[in-house]
């Protein structure tokens, strides 16, 4: 009889409930399914450089168009991933190749924009995020997609992943006592291959604190008040396609969000960071999300977007134990492939539109606040717990 000490035992216990929490959906990836998702994607800059080799795998997709309004790119695309269609603009994309849903993957600003054309066009929608540039946008698109028959989504993935289940199992198990508070940081030096990270409808909070937000809220519940200060750092900046620019979006934010029953959580994001181990996180070994309790706490090892572990500590005399090591299939750029899935199988994934309008009003408040220096109050909720 093969004998386990206590730590590999936990390890497996965990492992093991973490993926029976996902399963109902990812085992439907062992069967080929009759039916194909036609899929067109819109925005063929550096993201979908990640998004096109995830999808061209995925048996409930068949890839149909890519549209940029630099057509050399849609081209270069369409080559790479033997995809038949290519525009140069959305008008000729919608009234191209019939397709079923939207891959919105351009400048930030525009989503709101393309999302909306898309829905008006008969087309479900997978935007990366955010899905608008403001709550009152993207509450008109869930309706425009209700009215419609038709759904829409928004990035991020985060609750898909090993890892979030099993915070949210332990949370919900009360291993760690009466949760009171949380924090999680992501930053690094800044993008410098697009000035829309820095110009208006921008900014740190979308683009990097966005990730975080999703992830506290789906763990801890709605944000009920949000309090915050942004700044600039770095007043002006050199990018690839447009040179020397003036920074107009936050490039350093400092969050706090009331989740009522006095947990409060703080989530901290720039541009000005700087990270020995680079935008991509490997190797790190520290937590980036932490949540604290009366009997224990715990941290996720990675960034949210791309995690390998969750530390847990819940004695005074042993050291904390690593949970969930392998992330199994949950890469970031699964979200657009995930709701293929569940377009097909009728499953409703983790990820819910409501929860990335939440997210969205948290940023606008988070601006809101950081202006006026007043503690803002939300409307918005979503289903939880999420897991």
């Not at 093991?16 to 800059?45: H, M």
């Not at 989504?153 to 890892?163: C, E, I, M």
């Not at 490997?282 to 530390?311: C, E, H, R, S």
Request: proline share 5%.
């Amino acid at each position: 009889m093969k004998t386990f000490t206590r730590q590999q035992f936990l390890q497996h216990t965990a492992m093991a409930g973490a993926a029976l929490l996902l399963s109902s959906l990812e085992g439907f990836a062992f069967t080929k399914p009759d039916k194909k998702i036609k899929v067109a994607v819109i925005g063929c800059g550096s993201v979908s450089g990640v998004y096109l080799p995830h999808l061209s795998k995925s048996p409930f997709v068949e890839l149909v168009s890519v549209c940029d309004i630099i057509f050399s790119r849609a081209q270069k695309r369409a080559q790479e991933f033997n995809i038949p269609h290519q525009y140069p603009h959305i008008d000729q994309q919608l009234a191209g190749a019939p397709f079923d849903l939207l891959v919105t993957l351009t400048d930030m600003q525009e989503h709101g924009r393309l999302n909306k054309q898309a829905l008006q066009n008969g087309k479900h929608v997978w935007s990366e995020k955010p899905m608008a540039n403001t709550y009152k946008e993207g509450k008109a698109l869930l309706d425009l997609a209700k009215s419609k028959n038709l759904r829409v989504w928004g990035a991020p993935a985060v609750v898909n992943s090993l890892q979030f289940a099993f915070m949210s199992q332990a949370i919900r198990e009360g291993k760690l006592g009466k949760v009171s508070g949380a924090h999680a940081h992501y930053g690094h030096l800044g993008p410098t291959w697009s000035a829309f990270f820095y110009e208006k409808g921008g900014g740190s909070l979308p683009d990097l604190g966005v990730y975080n937000i999703a992830t506290l809220t789906g763990l801890l519940g709605p944000a009920k008040h949000v309090m915050a200060m942004t700044s600039i750092v770095t007043p002006e900046r050199t990018v690839d396609n447009k040179g020397k620019i003036k920074v107009e979006a936050e490039d350093n934010t400092m969050l706090l969000m009331d989740h009522g029953e006095g947990i409060i959580s703080h989530v901290q994001c720039g541009f000005n960071y700087f990270d020995p181990y680079g935008h991509e996180g490997k190797g790190q070994q520290n937590p980036t999300v932490t949540i604290w309790g009366t009997k224990g706490n715990m941290g996720l090892i990675g960034y949210d977007w791309a995690p390998f572990g969750v530390d847990l500590a819940t004695s005074f005399t042993e050291p904390p134990v690593r949970h969930v090591p392998d992330p199994g299939t949950y890469v970031w750029q699964q979200g657009a492939s995930v709701i293929a899935e569940s377009l097909i199988t009728g499953i409703e994934p983790l990820i819910a539109a409501e929860h990335a309008l939440h997210v969205l009003e948290v940023i606008e408040a988070a601006r809101a606040s950081g202006d006026t220096g007043k503690k803002i109050q939300l409307q918005s909720v979503f289903k939880w717990p999420v897991v």
